[in-house]
């Protein structure tokens, strides 16, 4: 499929790539890029050869945030009629299979949102995070205020979006908005090397496995607990765990089949 705004391409043919491509803009999110990052993610969740998608941007900008020359034409009959936001930004929450967020350069506003949509965030040294949308008279809109203090608690998500502040990688790190931080000419092979595990391991445990963890961001703990045990004995269920523990059992490789 042919995107203006966005590349795909995938590694070994295990793992979809979406790369987001408006240069000129820092990556800003206008509506028609989250429209084909939408397709895209959708695309790669339904090919049965994809086990996990990456998103990434440029060196200088994962995304600098939504388009703020779309935007200060938007009124509130605008956003609020057509669901802005809503509409082509939570496609993502829909998609089953693990998606992570590669992140060099600026992950501001939206973009530090669309980071926080995905199940992890692997940064490059030179990453920074912010959420500066006060400045603009607005707030996070996209889930900052949400996904924010549950990554880093309270106090910081408030410096964060109260002072418009920007978080370097290791700041990130140590606060638990990232997983890891790699030296930014190794963010796509560390990626593509995670991506690549996790597609190593039997399909259903991983869609159970994000199921189960999102499921912490939900709800109450015991209402996640009995999820997490639900699922954890539905897996006893599949084929693949029959195969995993007796392949550990003859000291041999599991062929794992998804099933
Ligand atoms: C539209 C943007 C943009 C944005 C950068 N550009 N960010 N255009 N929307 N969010 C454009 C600039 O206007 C400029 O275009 C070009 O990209 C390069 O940017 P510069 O500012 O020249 O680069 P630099 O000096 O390196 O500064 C980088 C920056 C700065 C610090 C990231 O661009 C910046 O502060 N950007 C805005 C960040 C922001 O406020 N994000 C939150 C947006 S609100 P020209 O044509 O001049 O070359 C938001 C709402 C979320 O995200 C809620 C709903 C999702």
């Known amino acids: 499929m042919a995107y203006e705004f966005i590349k795909t391409h995938t590694e070994d043919s295990k793992v979809g790539v979406i790369t987001l491509d408006r240069p000129k803009f820092l990556n800003a999110l206008n509506t028609e890029l989250m429209i084909e990052l939408g397709q895209a993610l959708k695309a790669f969740d339904a090919d049965s050869t994809i086990g996990c998608i990456v998103i990434t941007g440029s060196e200088k900008a994962f ?53 926080m949509m995905c199940d992890f965030i692997i940064a490059a040294d030179n990453a920074k995070f912010g959420q500066p949308e006060i400045k603009l008279g607005i707030i996070p809109g996209a889930g900052g205020t949400q996904r924010l203090p549950r990554a880093v608690g309270k106090s910081k998500a408030m410096d964060m979006v109260l002072t418009a502040r920007m978080m370097d990688a290791k700041e990130a790190e140590l606060a638990g908005l990232v997983s890891r931080v790699v030296a930014l000419d190794q963010l796509m ?20 496995a994000k199921e189960s963890v999102q499921r912490a961001f939900e709800g109450s703990l015991s209402d996640g607990m009995m999820y997490e045990r639900r699922l954890f004995h539905a897996l006893f269920a599949t084929q693949d765990q029959k195969e995993g523990m007796q392949a550990f059992l003859d000291k041999r490789p599991a062929k794992f089949e998804n099933k």
């Not at 092979?189 to 445990?205: F, G, K, N, V």
Request: proline share 3%.
């Open 63 to 115: 995304a600098a945030g939504a388009d703020i020359s779309a935007m200060s034409k938007f009124s509130f009959s605008d956003v609020y009629g057509n669901d802005f936001i809503t509409k082509d930004w939570e496609i993502i929450r829909q998609i089953r299979k693990p998606v992570i967020a590669a992140v060099s350069g600026f992950a501001l506003g939206g973009g530090c949102e669309l980071a």
């Open 189 to 208: 092979s560390e990626t593509i090397a995670a991506a690549m595990t996790i597609c190593s391991y039997p399909q259903l445990a991983v869609f159970a």
